[in-house]
DNA sequence: CTGAAAGCGCTAACAA
DNA sequence: TTGTTAGCGCTTTCAG
């Protein structure tokens, strides 16, 4: 393995000079500058990242920590968020965690063995208190979730995502609008201030709005999992207690998709018998039958936004933010207008 | 922040002590070990791991290389991957790359930049010359795809994958079984020994047995993306020429969601006019309607098989070896038995 | 513009 | 069992 010194020896100049070349810095003559690339290209040297970031104190990596099971929804902001951080000249360095690990902890850690001079969280909770966020000494931000409960000083924190509970709202509504009045609602947990806790409520404030009562027997809940499998289990078990409902609110595609199935076993039709409307907009969505009505995020835009927040704070121009983006609605074919009747 | 010499100090010991302890060497006295847990302990140290991967030259770091476009296939086996790997105590870092991009190099690169242990190829193309591959001087295996085409010595390279093109025929043969006799296939590239080719030749190798004739106007391919939306737009293109088949078989489940929903929009009912049937068997196709008929790669086993086979190399206890994993037929709803008619 | 030399935090001989 | 010390490959003063 070739070391800078080699190429140093190679190129017939100090080591220091073949540093100056690879950091692209000015203070170097043409005419070494050319010899050393030369050599460099000729041996097809690559510096070693390890050497380099421990001398730099602080590596050029990024860490992502992903929390939870895997969600289609995550893969589309991982990708926006590695090639931006590639296109910035950042390594990004991914760890996933499970739902109830301790994100805050999993990120300190991270932080100290990579040296990271950054962090994104992807799809975390946002409950903590202000001294263990204090445990993150980089930069970081929330992504695709925020601290909306307010337990954190938003000059402390950045994040970039959208406002759950109206989007949760919104997706409601449009059930309403199209002349539903018993609408149940499938969530994962609702004993924190999760994005389910979230949504959940921008689904109760749909019905109060519109002067609907809340039937909790109508409120499905996974207990704490997103995952299809689990939605349909959940929605499945449910349907045997009551199917007294027109419509369905999940609060996430993929939910949406595993509890679709389970009311077709149960005989049900979609949107005949039952409409349904979700939040998030993954992909596969778009290609099931009947195409899902859903509300999408701006999957690329979390992703990039993330990156641009966060490298905006790692080099110093830039502050903490919490940014907000707008959510569009997909019209799919899985909501069904009901008659008016009263 | 703090270092080694820092916990020598406060624990009263040398460097030495203290890395012996945070390596779990014997040689330390269990007073010593304590102090220094202790010491570790309170002061809340985590180790350099860019020091300890730059002195050790190797780090415990294995690189994964995914290439194309975000395959929900992949993700099952991505977790499988670095579960395996965070239990054996390694790190894994991934890096994304496009389709048309070069695997090989990318790992040459990566295995230099980051000092990588071993490489993992997830979803490659096989058809390396020697020369190519020896770039990559660490350990490695490719997952999920193999060089059936034989250009490389099977002692110069590992593999852990399924049999594409038996897989394929077993699947298109499900259709035979069924009394179909018009069968497209829904592919990507052809030209090389990619898997879309491999399971292609499957589909040609199933046709053949049972003597019926390869008619390439039912081959439709997407030329070289496997994408969903791609699936969808070239079955969309192909279905204005013809629709004289009475099933399909896609080369992949992703594949497969994107023509069905294809079929749906010409006005053809599945299975009622097409049968549909794929091969990998992702989540997703399990709760689509109608659900999806597929031979299931098993994905748990892939990821894991290719860890163990990687480290056995990497540890030195074992060689390289290709395995072979069997797949499994999910039976779904997608196709129909055809009344038996000549 | 260039080179010598001092580390970055850690591990691993080698001595004691 | 312990400490001393020489680097790992690189960047970065500081002189020249």
């Given at each position: 393995?070739?070391?800078?010194?080699?190429?140093?020896?190679?190129?017939?100049?100090?080591?220091?000079?073949?540093?100056?070349?690879?950091?692209?810095?000015?203070?170097?003559?043409?005419?070494?500058?050319?010899?050393?690339?030369?050599?460099?290209?000729?041996?097809?040297?690559?510096?070693?990242?390890?050497?380099?970031?421990?001398?730099?104190?602080?590596?050029?990596?990024?860490?992502?920590?992903?929390?939870?099971?895997?969600?289609?929804?995550?893969?589309?902001?991982?990708?926006?968020?590695?090639?931006?951080?590639?296109?910035?000249?950042?390594?990004?360095?991914?760890?996933?965690?499970?739902?109830?690990?301790?994100?805050?902890?999993?990120?300190?850690?991270?932080?100290?063995?990579?040296?990271?001079?950054?962090?994104?969280?992807?799809?975390?909770?946002?409950?903590?208190?202000?001294?263990?966020?204090?445990?993150?000494?980089?930069?970081?931000?929330?992504?695709?979730?925020?601290?909306?409960?307010?337990?954190?000083?938003?000059?402390?924190?950045?994040?970039?995502?959208?406002?759950?509970?109206?989007a949760a709202c919104t997706a409601v509504n449009e059930l309403i609008r199209s002349g539903?009045?018993?609408?149940?609602?499938?969530?994962?947990?609702?004993?924190?201030?999760?994005?389910?806790?979230?949504?959940?409520?921008?689904?109760?404030?749909?019905?109060?709005?519109?002067?609907?009562?809340?039937?909790?027997?109508?409120?499905?809940?996974?207990?704490?999992?997103?995952?299809?499998?689990?939605?349909?289990?959940?929605?499945?078990?449910?349907?045997?207690?009551?199917?007294?409902?027109?419509?369905?609110?999940?609060?996430?595609?993929?939910?949406?998709?595993?509890?679709?199935?389970?009311?077709?076993?149960?005989?049900?039709?979609?949107?005949?018998?039952?409409?349904?409307?979700?939040?998030?907009?993954?992909?596969?969505?778009?290609?099931?039958?009947?195409?899902?009505?859903?509300?999408?995020?701006?999957?690329?835009?979390?992703?990039?936004?993330?990156?641009?927040?966060?490298?905006?704070?790692?080099?110093?121009?830039?502050?903490?933010?919490?940014?907000?983006?707008?959510?569009?609605?997909?019209?799919?074919?899985?909501?069904?207008?009901?008659?008016?009747?009263?």
């Amino acid at each position: 393995m070739l070391t800078i010194k080699d190429i140093a020896r190679l190129a017939g100049v100090s080591v220091s000079t073949v540093s100056r070349v690879l950091n692209e810095r000015p203070d170097v003559s043409e005419e070494s500058r050319r010899r050393v690339r030369a050599v460099i290209e000729e041996e097809n040297y690559i510096p070693n990242n390890t050497a380099r970031d421990l001398v730099r104190i602080r590596s050029e990596a990024i860490g992502l920590i992903v929390r939870g099971e895997q969600n289609p929804f995550y893969t589309d902001i991982i990708h926006a968020i590695e090639r931006a951080l590639d296109r910035a000249g950042y390594t990004m360095v991914m760890r996933q965690i499970g739902f109830a690990d301790d994100e805050i902890g999993a990120g300190a850690v991270m932080q100290r063995e990579k040296r990271l001079r950054g962090i994104i969280f992807l799809g975390g909770r946002s409950n903590y208190a202000p001294e263990e966020l204090a445990r993150v000494t980089v930069p970081f931000v929330f992504c695709a979730y925020t601290n909306s409960c307010g337990t954190l000083d938003p000059t402390a924190y950045s994040s970039v995502s959208i406002c759950d509970e109206d989007a949760a709202c919104t997706a409601v509504n449009e059930l309403i609008r199209s002349g539903h009045r018993c609408i149940a609602a499938l969530i994962a947990d609702t004993d924190d201030s999760s994005i389910s806790q979230l949504r959940y409520q921008g689904y109760c404030r749909a019905l109060a709005e519109h002067d609907l009562p809340l039937r909790p027997e109508l409120v499905f809940s996974t207990g704490d999992s997103f995952a299809i499998e689990d939605a349909y289990r959940v929605m499945a078990a449910s349907l045997k207690r009551t199917d007294d409902f027109t419509a369905l609110f999940a609060i996430a595609d993929d939910m949406a998709l595993g509890a679709m199935r389970a009311l077709r076993e149960h005989g049900l039709d979609i949107p005949g018998d039952v409409s349904v409307v979700a939040i998030d907009g993954i992909t596969v969505s778009e290609y099931v039958h009947p195409m899902l009505s859903t509300l999408c995020q701006p999957k690329e835009e979390l992703g990039t936004k993330s990156v641009e927040l966060l490298l905006g704070m790692i080099e110093g121009r830039g502050a903490h933010a919490q940014v907000t983006l707008p959510t569009t609605f997909r019209a799919g074919a899985s909501i069904r207008k009901l008659a008016k009747r009263s």
